[in-house]
Each structure stands twice: as structure tokens, then as C-alpha cells.
């Protein structure tokens, strides 16, 4: 019986498939030790994974080898990436969040994006002066945004929620999300300066193309499709006719579904994803349906893992030494360093007294410094090679010397902010460099009893069999407003110091099963403070004492988020 050796066959998908699969399970098995003791998260590993398996080092995957459909493909794996995450910030953002902090994300997002693309594009010509200034903001428009998946390292896990003011956290993702789509106008005026003879018809074309029609519309109609979604589901729902896996499906449904409504009638499909996101949550409604389902956090990711190990396939480190273009692996290390000081950190430190969610210039050092470049500057580049004419060789003018430097520059900063933001917090943590407020409850009562608080405190998250449906009052993602007519006292939080909060009740009886306290923000006169219902079990009579180890000591029995009456 011969044995039909054709049935065994490597090829580029399979092996592909090993390595993306296989960094997937690998990753998962040490995640724990890697992502909540080390710090590092899948950002990082992906893409030095990727280099590994690409063509400089295993030759397994190797994206720039595709042909004509390599900028393609990249093109669409970035924008679902980037469609899911953003659709995810917008949904995990509290109810209302934008309308309530307009202004600040304003500041946050125009002077400082503007001011990043004008002194960008100076560095890059004082760097490449073979490109002139309009092709140098056509390059700096693909760096002005901030990544949003990047960014998630450090508005997600435990050394954020532990280290990273909650609302420092909403702030700069929710930047993340709205800078990223803010990059199609500073993409657009670059490129009709460059491809059009005519600066009054380029500038016409950027108002009513690149603002009017790609921007307002793009927002206008997420939130549309976004309201529209929020209320036929919450019609099926009350019907009956929908249940909870249907809702967690809808993460990655309505993010694709609005993307490609958008990109097809030629809007900012980003924004549009962002604002869907934004609208459907805008009534809590589909955030406590969702609420405690992991499955949109392995979405995430998953798809994160796949897209930076393409990444790191996709580098092209044979183009970081083109002297023939003026491009040197020394000019580009000195762009990323002068990036990194120059991009954000000058406008927030000058903004930051007018942004309410910024208590002080540390926090504003610490906002400025994470704004990475990731998926969004590789999704903007590739946007750009669509719109600028193949390069000859040598280019024939400057948009095909544009053409022909655009992604080189582009992809070493990318890789530059991974290693230098993905590592940030590691070595922070070694350093023990982040001086910023930390979130922990620790009660005292001044009557007769005191309470130890437990480390799960710090971790509690809105349970659907404890608040109701209508409410939204959790310490990490929940409406500010109080419950009126609620018998709460008042709880100071500390600036600054170690992590500790001290909670105050007085003239607290001894056998009392609940005490509401008001646990408030950044001082004294926050705006937004929230409820906290803490159930106490007094397992013997008198003064609680806490030095004296005995284990039958006044404990937290639960913690209770009261419903919005």
C-alpha cells in the first residue's frame, strides 16, 4: 500500500495559523503572571512575536510579500481591529459620558492634536529635508492620534485600577477614541496640498469633504444607528424576543455593520464606530445586559493578538537604512524621541487647569507621556497610500517621494511607542514612579465599632442581583447623579498618599445591619461623588477592636451599590 505523501503539506495560511494559534494559548497559560505581575501585556509580546516569525527572522509570515493586496489586507485587518476597540470604549464609557465632558475631551482632543501635528511635521522636515513641509504633516497626521487598543495597557488591568485615577482613565480613552477618528481632516488637507495645483480648490475640498461630509456625517450617522440599535433591542427585549448572548454578539456585529455603512457611503468610519458605541449605551440599558460577560474582553483580545503580531510581521526593517531617501536608522531614533517629549506633553501641561479630570501638572505629565501610536498611525498610513500614486525609482515627485517614505517613518515610530509606552509600566512599577491617587477603603467607626475592609472592596463591580437595572452607580463605569432621599454620610478621599481611603460614620448604633456613606472623588466639593452601601455583621458586643487579630472582629458583610430612585 503506497502512502500518498501529498495529504502533508506546509503552507503559509497553515503555519500561519500554528503561530497565531499557538501565541494565543501559549500567552493565555502565563497571562496572569505576565499582564498582573509583570505588567506586560499582549501588545508588546504580539508584535515581538510577529518579528520573530516574519521575514527577518523565522520567514513564517510575511505580510509585504502579498503583492498589490498587502496594503489592502493591512488596511482591513487595522480597521476592524480598531472598529471593535472603539466601539468598546464607547459602550464601557459611563451613561451620558460625552454630553457630561464635552468641554474637557474638547481641550484634550483639538489644541492638542493640532499643536502635535504642526510640531511633528517640523521635526520631520528638519530631520528628512528631502520632504517639504505639506508631506511632512501628511506623515504627522498618521502619528497625531492616539492608539486606543495601545492605550487600553493602561486603562484596564490591575495596575491601573490600583495606580490610575478613574477619571484619568475615562479621559484619555475616551480621547483615544475621538482623536483617532479627528485624523482623517489633518490626513486630508495634507494630501489635497500635495495632489492638487489649486490651494483654494484643496482647501475647498477639505471643509466640504474631509470635515462636512467625512466627520459630521460619519458622527451623525453612528449615533444615529447606534440610538436606533439601542431602542429596537430594548423593544425585543422587554417582547422577549432577545437574549443575553444575543446582546454580548452585538460588540462585534454593530461595530462591523456601522463600519462598513460608513466606509461604504465614504464617511470617518472610525467615528462612526466610536459614536454607535457611545449612543447605545447612552441609557445603561445595553450596559447592564452585558454587564459581567467576558466574551467582548476575548474578542478584544484575540483580535488584539492577531493584529500586532501582523504587525510585527508587517515592520519593514530593511527600509529603516535607505540613504538613498535620506532615511537613517539614527535620524529615526532621534524623530521617536523628539515625538515622545514634543507630541503631547507641552499642550496638556499648558491645558491641563482648564480639563476638570486633571487634578495637577503630574497628572497632566503622566496623560501626556501615554499617547501611543499603534494600529490607528499603521491604519492612517495605509488610508494615505490609497490617495498618493505608486512610487517610481527613484520618485519622480514629491507625493511618490511621499509615497515612498510615508510607511518607513511611520512604522519605526510605531514600533518605537510600543516598546517605550507597552514598557512604561513596568518599569514605573520597578521605579515606583507614579505618584498619582490610589483608590483603596479603609473604614473607621467613631462611635463603637470600626470595620476592616477586605481587598476585594477595591475590586467590586456591579452585580446584576444587587442593583437593579436602572441604576448605574459603580465605582469603575456608573452614572455620578445620587439617589435622592438617601441617609448617606460623608466620606473624604484623600489627594494623595498610600492607598487608603478613610470612611467616617458617626453616631453609628452597634446593631446596625447598613450604613450608606458618599464616597467622593478628587476632595471635599467633587460634584460627582457616589454611593456606597457597606453591610456590616457585629459579631460581638462593644468597640470593635482592629489591633488585637481576633478573628471575631467587625467585618464587611457586602457592598452594595443603591439604586437610582
Request: charge should be negative.
Amino acid at each position: 500500500m503506497n502512502l500518498d505523501l501529498d495529504l502533508l503539506q506546509v503552507s503559509a495560511p497553515g503555519l500561519a495559523y500554528i503561530c497565531l494559534g499557538g501565541f494565543v494559548v501559549l500567552f493565555s497559560m502565563l497571562s496572569l503572571l505576565v499582564k498582573e505581575k509583570l505588567y506586560i501585556n499582549e501588545v508588546v509580546l504580539g508584535t515581538g512575536f510577529g518579528i520573530i516569525i516574519g521575514p527577518y527572522a523565522a520567514n513564517v509570515f510575511t505580510p509585504r510579500e502579498w503583492g498589490p493586496l498587502e496594503n489592502t489586507v493591512t488596511l482591513e485587518v487595522m480597521r476592524i481591529v480598531l472598529a471593535t476597540g472603539l466601539f468598546a470604549v464607547g459602550v464601557e464609557l459611563p451613561c451620558a459620558y460625552m454630553k457630561e465632558h464635552a468641554k474637557s475631551l474638547l481641550i484634550m482632543v483639538v489644541p492638542t492634536m493640532a499643536f502635535g501635528w504642526v510640531v511633528v511635521a517640523g521635526i520631520i522636515q528638519a530631520l528628512f529635508p528631502e520632504l517639504n513641509y505639506i508631506s511632512s504633516l501628511c506623515i504627522a497626521a498618521c502619528l497625531t492620534p492616539t492608539d486606543p487598543v495601545t492605550c487600553a495597557a493602561i486603562t484596564r488591568g490591575k495596575f491601573a485600577t490600583k495606580h490610575v485615577p478613574v477619571n484619568i482613565r475615562r479621559i484619555l480613552s475616551a480621547e483615544s477614541a475621538a482623536n483617532d477618528g479627528l485624523a482623517y481632516p489633518f490626513l486630508a488637507i495634507s494630501i489635497y496640498l500635495t495632489v492638487e495645483t489649486s490651494v483654494r480648490a484643496a482647501f475647498g475640498k477639505w471643509f466640504l469633504v474631509g470635515w462636512l461630509y467625512q466627520v459630521i456625517l460619519g458622527t451623525v450617522l453612528g449615533a444615529v444607528l447606534g440610538l436606533l440599535f439601542s431602542k429596537l433591542m430594548k423593544l425585543s427585549h422587554n417582547k422577549g424576543f432577545i437574549d443575553r448572548e444575543s446582546y454580548v454578539a452585538q460588540y462585534l456585529a454593530l461595530s462591523i455593520f456601522t463600519v462598513g455603512i460608513a466606509s461604504t457611503i465614504g464617511a470617518d468610519d472610525l467615528l462612526a464606530a466610536f459614536a454607535a458605541g457611545s449612543a447605545i449605551s447612552w441609557d445603561g440599558h445595553f450596559n447592564v445586559q452585558t454587564e459581567d460577560d467576558t466574551f467582548s474582553s476575548v474578542i478584544d483580545y484575540v483580535l488584539n493578538c492577531g493584529c500586532f503580531i501582523y504587525i510585527g510581521a508587517w515592520l519593514p526593517f530593511d527600509a529603516y537604512n535607505s540613504p538613498e531617501y535620506g532615511i537613517t536608522p539614527w535620524k529615526l531614533v532621534l524623530l521617536v524621541i523628539a515625538i515622545l517629549v514634543l507630541r503631547r506633553i507641552p499642550p496638556l501641561l499648558a491645558l491641563y487647569k482648564f480639563v476638570p479630570e486633571i487634578a495637577s501638572w503630574k497628572e497632566a505629565l503622566f496623560s501626556g507621556h501615554f499617547g501611543p501610536m499603534g494600529v490607528s498611525a499603521v491604519f492612517v498610513s495605509g488610508l494615505a497610500l490609497t490617495r498618493l500614486p505608486t512610487p517610481e525609482h527613484p520618485p519622480a515627485n514629491q507625493a511618490q517621494y511621499l509615497a515612498a517614505t510615508i510607511q518607513p517613518i511611520v512604522s519605526f515610530v510605531v514600533l518605537g511607542s510600543i516598546i517605550v509606552h507597552g514598557l512604561s509600566i513596568p518599569f514605573f512599577n520597578i521605579g515606583r514612579g507614579v505618584h498619582s491617587r490610589t483608590t483603596s477603603l479603609t473604614m473607621t467607626w467613631t462611635s463603637r465599632n470600626r470595620v476592616t475592609v477586605p481587598d476585594w472592596v477595591l475590586w467590586a463591580r456591579r452585580a446584576p442581583d444587587i442593583v437593579e437595572s436602572s441604576a448605574d452607580e459603580d465605582i469603575e463605569r456608573g452614572s455620578t447623579k445620587i439617589p435622592k432621599g438617601t441617609d448617606e454620610s460623608a466620606a473624604d478621599i484623600p489627594d494623595v498618599g498610600p492607598p487608603g481611603v478613610a470612611v467616617t460614620f458617626e453616631d453609628v448604633p452597634g446593631d446596625v445591619e447598613s450604613v450608606v456613606t458618599r464616597r467622593h472623588g478628587r476632595n471635599k466639593d467633587d460634584s460627582s461623588p457616589e454611593l456606597v452601601q457597606v453591610e456590616a455583621a457585629n459579631n460581638h458586643a462593644g468597640p470593635a477592636n482592629l489591633d488585637n487579630g481576633a478573628s471575631n472582629d467587625n467585618q464587611i458583610k457586602n457592598v452594595r451599590f443603591p439604586s437610582a430612585q
